[in-house]
Structure formats: C-alpha cells, structure tokens
C-alpha cells in the first residue's frame, strides 16, 4: 500500500541541468551579437545592458543626443520578444501619463463609471527618455514601479507584468530645464552606464548599418518573455562561493567614508559610500556575468566587471574633491584596484 504524503514536507526542486546553462549561454551570447551589429562599436555597453536587464534591474544611460540608445533598447525589446514602452521626458509630463489615469465611461445599457487606463509603465520593458528633463513629482512616479513592481492608484495596487525593466536615458551636457535625479531613485537603479563617443571605424561602419534604415525595425526575436523569465531564474542558481560573498562585502565597505583617511586612500574623496542595496546589485549581475562566461560559479572577476557601472551613481564625493576636478569612476578605480590586492 502506498504511503500517503507528507504535507510538511516540501517537494525537491528539480535542478538546473548542464543544457540549460548551455543554451542559456548561446541565447545571450547570440543576443549580445545582434545587439553588437546594430549598434555598432558599444560592445562593452551591450553587454552591461544585458547583464542589468537578466539580472533582474533597471539601467540608467548617460550619452549625447544621437548615439542610439533609444535605438538599442528598440532592438533589445524586440530581440526579447517583450512588450515595450517609450517615455518621452518634458517638464510638463505628469506622473498620470507614466502610470495612468482613470477615466469616465458610460455603458451602452445606459450605465456609467470609472475605469482605470493603464499608463506606458505596463509595458514589460519601458524606455524612459531624458528622465532628468522630468519633474521631481513625476519621477517619483517611477519609484514604486521600479522598486515594487506595481501601482497604486486610488488604493488599489495593479501589478506591473514580468519581466520588467525600466531604462532611462539621460544627456550629461543639458543643463537648462533638468531636474537631477534625488540618491533615491539613483540607488533603483542596477546599473548606470556611460555611453562613450564611437571610435572612427565605428562611425564608418554606422554607414553601412543604419544609413537608409533602421536595423532595429527588422529584428527577430531570439526567445520571448517566458524565454527571458528562465534565464533570469537560471542566474539564480549560479553558485557564490564564501570567498565571493566576502570580497563583495569588502568592497562595498571599500566605499564607506573615512573621516581620518591616509593622504593616498581614496577613501579621502567619498563623502557617502555605497548602500547595503549596491551589495545585492553587484552579487546579481556577477551571477549573470559568470553564465555569460559559460561558468555555474561566480569568480572574482565577474564582481569586479560588475562594479565600476553598480557603484558610480551610489558614491557620492566630498564638494572639495568635485571642485577640484575628481571623478566618481577615477576614485572607485583606485578603490578597485586596492581591492583586488585583497580579494
């Protein structure tokens, strides 16, 4: 006769096979290629962007007008096979026109009511433009929907899809009409990237690519939203060793302020370090660098690939050191570099 069950015991969850990591490798191998062909000569911005996005966090881009970004999150959505939304940032934009509105109908049997209208948020991958051309009022409107995956609207919480990510773009040069970005919504984001200049046989090569058309309009989808859901899940299971988990820890700690710092610790610069939500971030997206690199444990090499674009928009310097000309990524490489002697 058959035992009957235990119900306090949990069933075991199948594990993760060696296949599953493998083509879990060539699916984001094969989209960082398209992503690379597209838009050319940003190889290492494409694959922090990819890194961000299936590990599970929001992006911010800082570029000059006409690099394509928006033209590589148009190329990333339809790779992914995901729903996406574009945002266009003014100082008039209301937190309604993000997250939605409700709106009077009336019913063909003569009855009326309200009805919520869903926003350009619900999309499963939101490109926000120029979000510093924003009010502070409406980018608070993307506080919860990037931290808790929902919005509330007259007391009702609607549950935002998955996946979803929120890309924001920004112009480091715009100045007049800008609201920068509170360290509260800054710290939402995973990863902020700086979007360099194209070399010269980049920019050559630009002509061949997307002179007369846009490549991103003809892009077919590598795998879809159930696709992407698995990988993100398959990151989970990557191994983080004690040694891992350590350094991690000691180089968030590396960017804490010290009040009596050493003349050549870089330390001296930092007026606020990193928070506790910069720890989680860095392990999240070294996970998923080390399934890129084809590897089922995480190394000290992918925390230190992670860590320049997890760090630089959640250290704050001292006003004397920014007076004097002191960059946020010269100090955290100083930072990494003495931390890596240790790790």
């Known amino acids: 006769m058959k035992a009957a069950a235990d119900p306090e015991v949990t069933p075991a969850q199948p594990q993760p096979a060696d296949a599953d990591f493998d083509e879990a490798q060539r699916t984001l191998a094969a989209l960082q290629s398209l992503l690379a062909r597209i838009v050319v000569g940003q190889d290492e911005l494409v694959a922090q962007l990819v890194t961000a996005v299936f590990a599970g966090g929001h992006v911010l881009i800082e570029g000059l007008p006409g690099l394509g970004k928006t033209h590589l999150v148009k190329a ?33 049997g003569g009855g009326s009511g309200f009805e919520f209208r869903r926003g350009p948020v619900f999309a499963q991958l939101v490109l926000v433009d120029e979000v510093n051309r924003a009010t502070p009022r409406t980018q608070a409107a993307l506080l919860e929907a990037m931290q808790e995956r929902q919005v509330t609207h007259a007391g009702v919480a609607h549950p935002l899809p998955s996946p979803f ?12 009409g800008t609201y920068p970005l509170p360290e509260a919504q ?15 046989d980049a920019l050559r090569a630009v002509l061949d690519v997307s002179l007369d058309e846009e490549p991103a309009d003809a892009v ?7 696709g ?46 990193a928070s506790p939500r910069a720890l989680q971030s860095l392990v999240r997206a070294a996970r998923v660098r080390a399934l890129m690199a084809g590897r089922v444990h995480v190394d000290i090499d992918d925390l230190a690939a992670v860590a320049l674009p997890v760090l630089r928009h959640r250290v704050l310097l001292r006003l004397e050191s920014e007076l004097d000309g002191v960059s946020v990524d010269a100090v955290l490489a100083e930072v990494l570099r003495a931390w890596r002697t240790r790790a």
């Open 165 to 176: 990510a929120v890309i924001a773009t920004q112009n480091p040069i715009e100045l007049e």
């Open 186 to 200: 800054l710290d939402r984001f995973m990863f902020k990237l700086l979007m360099p200049f194209p070399a010269r």
């Open 76 to 108: 990333l959505a339809a790779a992914l096979g995901l729903r996406w939304a574009r945002v266009q940032c003014t100082p008039d934009l209301m937190p309604a026109d993000i997250t939605g509105a409700e709106i009077y109908l009336g019913t063909p």
């Open 228 to 273: 992407v859901q698995r990988i993100v899940a398959l990151a989970r299971e990557v191994l983080l060793g004690q040694r891992c988990k350590d350094a991690a820890v000691d180089l968030v700690v590396a960017t804490q302020p010290v009040d009596a710092a050493a003349a050549d610790d870089p330390r001296r610069h930092i007026r606020y370090g």
């Open 220 to 226: 077919a989808p590598l795998t879809d939203a159930a």
